[in-house]
DNA sequence: CGTCAGTCAACTGTTGACAATCGGCAACCG
DNA sequence: CGGTTGCCGATTGTCAACAGTTGACTGACG
């Protein structure tokens, strides 16, 4: 890959040399999509990226499938790859299967919560006031993902953590943008708190009922109005993964 | 690819030869790995995968990837690929993330299912009650994940409809291995009628209740014997793809 | 006899070239 | 003047060769 490209933003990887270059290119076009570096649709053409990486066109294709198979991506057979976008609806049933799969995290994660893991989610917790009342919403955004992962981690089922990674990668780049979403920055604090408390008392069902209801509300409203993703120029249905 | 291969194994897709190599080999390796022809743990060699289906090794690595992403295959960085397999832990937390996405979708289901799609859960109902009275423990199978693939089908919810997909494909190959499975066959039937009983009823709670009772027996029985995947040779925990 | 260093074969990682296909453009025909 | 057909550029699909690394084998030394 390119040397300038290396020292520009991989320099935590520094000493981990032993990436391949697929692996670097994926995680390069990865990390440009999700800081939505790269915009949904655009188009990525293999010459063109095979250039400015410096890399043959081999690992790029690697990379694109793989990518494609994660659902960031869309390839069309003999029409090359672009970003990928989800629709209004395609939001709204990730919308739930987040909230079926944070359910499950979460009682699964109050019986066997550890000390420090509870710690962090307090810290996260006190960090998110901090920036709602500061308006970062930035910030908040990052905290608020890394709270609900926490609690994803706490649930030790790597099985879940995988499907949960996968989806909020596809998710997470249109959260910020819904309109809709930042109305309710206001009330998390007040849900997060109820939550804790929830698993701090160690009652699993209410822990459970909390979050669905915490995660259900931008999910009802986005279905009635709908802005959080772009409006999608109709993209085609099908793709060649299922 | 081979024509000789072609003319043997993908006669039914003679009208559609649109398809690129890559899928065609990703294809081929899919359903060898997912009908058991190649077992947990097999060594995937790419020259010889090359040589056995006359295709370039690029179009199989390709394939190899993408199989990898979907958790089929596991990679090693330069140590090259073998048929994944699942632990015994493993297969209890997919079990667990299953309930939580079948639970899901038939809440999603009752309200807006179809009356062709409701026969047609009938008619896979009546037909488990014949396997099940002549023993035949495979046909049985397949017609239970149809079922339960129909229940999600129904939800019409895709994204759901995707991590469906994605876990049984990785769990599936276990389950007609599962000697305790096995024995919870004979309960199945009582179960599937009960389950569709709240479905006509219209109740998504009670579906949903019976629905993740029916799942959650085999889970807790394997949790605590655990015959249902290989012995499983100390996989290593760390694979190339979170 | 066990251990360690050096060599070697096999395999994967990467590359550049070749071939096939698609979309757009322009010329031709009705 | 509108529609169709054939050509052309661009881009992807595929291949074969090269290069680097890994793990195992062999042989010597303690």
Known sequence: MATSETDERSTKSLGVRNKTLREQVFDHLREEILSNRLTPGQELNELALSAELEVSRGPIREALGRLASEGLVKVTPRRGAVVAELTDEEFVEAYQ???????????????????????????????????????????????????????????????LGEHYRLLMAQMGRYLPRSLTLRGTIGSSPTEHAA????????????????????????????????????????????SEEQ
Chains 1, 2 share one sequence.
Request: glycine content about 2%; overall charge negative.
């Open 97 to 159: 299967v987040r909230e079926a799969l944070e359910t499950l995290a979460i009682r699964l994660a109050v019986p066997r919560i550890e000390a420090d893991e509870l710690a962090r989610l307090r810290e996260l917790h006190e960090e998110m006031n901090e920036f709602v009342a500061n308006d970062d919403t930035t910030e908040f955004f990052d905290a608020n993902s890394a709270f609900h992962q926490q609690i994803v981690d706490a649930s030790r089922n790597a099985k």
């Open 195 to 238: 939550i804790l408390a929830a698993v701090e008392a160690g009652d699993p069902d209410e822990a459970a009922r909390l979050l669905a209801n915490h995660i259900e509300i931008p999910q009802r409203i986005e279905a009635g109005e709908g802005d959080a993703p772009q409006p999608a120029l109709t993209a085609a249905e099908e």
